[in-house]
């Protein structure tokens, strides 16, 4: 079992008498190397991106959210809201209401995402360390107040040094609409900008928030919520916050969905996903083109090495172990490619994630391009290199098998 590594690792090392050979095995193994260290670079960089935005995503969307399964409203009571209030791993929990609205701001009109919320999102919500203009505040006194994206404030001019109040629209869902006065059927609300925010494009260009009781007044409701959302505190672990969510699931009953972050917003993490599978997928195939070289390199070596296959067949050696040798030494050259390529990768990676030497350009939230090495894309580039580096090794030597069966 160890003659066929030996005289493999013989042939990989020992000087061919055409030099085109080494030439060419040199070029696979660099060919390698830089394709293995660049999936493993731009993995680690969807890696900070998908961190980044969920950290971003974190300061608008809660841990869980507690919506009714049918319907668009409900009245947050029972026993369950106390026992999840207790629990030691949840920090707050608030109650929402939210709804698209027409909104108007000195004379410029537009549509937005009111969400409404209470006291305890307006003195605990992560979202106050997002404010670019103004400051994170609902009420002055009794009059109550709005904070907007950065995106919809552009749109509208809205400013919160001015003294203009933005205007809510809503259809009344108790009065009936009049066509002759349809002005007479839209229930209305003013609040004054008081801060402006930034998460991210999507949310930015969107979403107002405002108190929970004047999007009562403008919805007609009461008691109603549309969701109540739960934030736990720093350090809870995916298991505690998956078993969390069950156990409320259970308590709260099937007329109730208990949603995760993924949940929430599951096609931009599923076309996060998506996007990193497909970058794989790319970069493998160019590995694949890239150990073509192999396939070169060592059906050249089997034809330089016919003399020693005779004699290895004279002494007695089975096809199995001719095969063996030759599988082995081109397998080889993609092994050490694959080691140079991780070494490098992680290398490089590694000192970007700490010390941030590659900066991205313009203004972002980060100055540096964010990367996080993971173990499983070093463990899924390592298995997917050395899958390819056997099977490409494996092709010219089958293509010989015959001959050497003679």
């Not at 109650?95 to 969400?115: H, M, P, T, W």
């Not at 305890?120 to 997002?130: K, N, Q, R, V």
């Not at 699931?249 to 076309?271: H, S």
């Not at 096809?319 to 992680?346: D, H, P, Q, Y």
Request: proline share 4%; net charge negative; glycine share 6%.
């Amino acid at each position: 079992m160890k003659l066929a590594p030996f005289i493999a690792g013989r042939y990989l090392f020992a000087k061919k008498s055409h030099n085109v050979i080494n030439i060419i095995s040199a070029i696979s193994v660099i060919g390698m190397a830089i394709g293995t260290a660049a999936l493993i670079i731009i993995l680690s960089v969807y890696n900070g991106f998908d961190s980044l935005i969920r950290s971003m995503m974190s300061n608008v969307e809660p841990d869980l959210l507690i919506t009714p399964a049918e319907g668009k409203t409900f009245v947050p009571e029972g026993d369950v809201y106390d026992w999840i209030y207790d629990r030691p791993e949840v920090l707050n929990m608030c109650c929402v209401l939210e709804e698209s609205v027409f909104i108007s701001y000195d004379n410029r009109q537009g549509l937005a995402k009111a969400k409404g919320v209470d006291w305890i999102y307006e003195e605990e919500s992560p979202l106050a360390d997002h404010i670019i203009n103004g400051e994170f505040k609902l009420h002055r006194g009794d009059v109550p107040l709005a904070l907007t994206g950065s995106g919809l404030a552009y749109e509208m001019d809205i400013n919160p040094r001015f003294l203009s109040a933005i205007e809510i629209y809503y259809p009344s869902r108790t009065d009936d609409f009049s066509l002759m006065f349809p002005a007479s059927s839209l229930r209305s609300v003013k609040v004054f900008p008081s801060g402006i925010f930034s998460v991210n494009e999507d949310v930015d260009k969107e979403l107002m928030i405002i108190p929970i009781e004047i999007m009562r007044e403008l919805l007609d409701y009461d008691d109603e919520v549309s969701a109540v959302e739960i934030r736990v505190k720093t350090g809870t672990g995916n298991r505690e916050l998956r078993q969390l969510q069950e156990e409320i699931a259970e308590r709260i009953g099937p007329g109730f969905e208990v949603k995760d972050r993924y949940r929430q917003n599951e096609a931009l993490y599923k076309m996060m996903k998506y996007e990193k599978m497909a970058t794989y997928l790319i970069l493998i195939f160019v590995i694949i083109i890239i150990a073509f070289n192999i396939f070169g390199s060592l059906t050249m070596l089997i034809i330089e090495k016919e003399d020693d296959i005779r004699t290895l067949r004279s002494m007695g050696a089975e096809k199995k172990l001719i095969r063996r040798i030759f599988v082995l030494e081109g397998w080889m050259i993609s092994l050490t490619g694959l080691a140079a390529g991780l070494g490098i990768g992680m290398l490089l990676s590694v000192i970007q994630q700490h010390f941030g030497i590659i900066k991205m350009p313009g203004h972002y939230v980060v100055q540096a391009y964010p990367i996080i090495l993971s173990w499983s894309d070093v463990a899924a580039t390592a298995v997917g290199v050395a899958v390819i580096g056997y099977i490409i090794a494996l092709l010219p030597v089958l293509s010989r098998h015959r001959k050497w069966a003679e």
